[in-house]
């Protein structure tokens, strides 16, 4: 599905009120890994209080066993600490990847702003080499525009 056609599935979903923010994020994985066939594993990580690390939210696809990332360990880590958007076309060519299946070849990372602050982050795998445009990074920096307006 085309994400301009998706766009109003993720603002509804984010102003369902009657649900908590958990539910909604919850909800808006399942969408995206449901709609695009190349995100195999979407999730999102959140900033752990005042630790400098991250901590699993909401996700949608295999299980992980990476429930608390420390800020500049894998891609996640390395997108807490520099505040940019991490496109990784091929995962294995990454130093500082942590790996979580065997079949992930790519993966996006794009931050959660606040007032200015990075919070958290939406984490996507694909077991597709390099898929990710830079449709899917703004497609994705929209939806954490959303995330960001109920969290």
């Not at 400098?52 to 360990?73: A, N, Q, R, S, W």
């Not at 990784?88 to 794009?110: F, H, R």
Request: proline share 6%.
């Amino acid at each position: 599905m085309p994400f301009e056609a998706l766009k109003p599935e993720i603002k509804k979903i984010a102003t369902q009120n009657n649900l908590s923010v958990d539910e909604r994020l919850l909800n808006i994985c399942e969408v995206l890994e449901a709609n695009i066939e190349y995100y195999n594993w979407v999730g999102f990580y959140f900033k752990n209080g005042d630790k400098h690390e991250l901590k699993l939210g909401p996700y949608v696809g295999e299980p992980t066993d990476h429930t608390i990332i420390p800020f500049g360990k894998g891609i996640c880590g390395q997108v807490a600490v520099s505040n940019q958007n991490f496109v990784v076309p091929d995962v294995s060519a990454q130093d500082n990847y942590i790996a979580c299946s065997i079949t992930v070849k790519a993966e996006i990372v794009i931050p959660i702003f606040v007032n200015g602050e990075n919070v958290g982050q939406i984490d996507i795998d694909s077991n597709t080499p390099d898929p990710f445009t830079e449709a899917d990074e703004r497609f994705l920096e929209f939806v954490c525009k959303e995330v960001a307006k109920i969290i």
